[in-house]
């Protein structure tokens, strides 16, 4: 095997690793997403061929550490596509707490369930 082959072998496997995060967030439907985008500056994270499109943002915890938020934007609904998107959002990032978007309607100010 070549030099550059193994060194591209080796990326492809670190590239793959779960990159451990602070918090994933899980969005089905556009009016959440755009109501987290006008809050947060989202960025692209890296595509792993293959594999869902992931965003990220930076925020600080309570401590003033900055950390790492993965939001996993799926476009639709229901319990299947919701248990697919969790698991591939657990596979890549391996997130402390995940959030499910949007229960109750669109992020507002009064949200309530019920």
Known sequence: MAFEDSCYTRFR????MPKHVACGILI?????FERLKERFTLELEPRVKGK???????????DANGQTAIVRFFKSMG????????????DR???RLVVSLGV?????????LG
Do not use: V, W
């Not at 992931?54 to 600080?60: A, D, Y």
């Not at 319990?79 to 657990?90: K, M, S, Y």
């Not at 109750?104 to 309530?112: Q, W, Y």
């Open 13 to 16: 496997f670190y590239q793959s």
């Open 79 to 90: 319990p299947n596509d919701a248990r697919h998107a969790t698991n591939q959002l657990l």
């Open 28 to 32: 089905a439907c556009e009016d959440e």
């Open 93 to 95: 990032y391996q997130p």
């Open 52 to 62: 869902p499109q992931f965003l990220s943002f930076q925020f600080k915890d309570a």
């Open 104 to 112: 109750s309607g669109a992020i507002a100010d009064h949200m309530c």
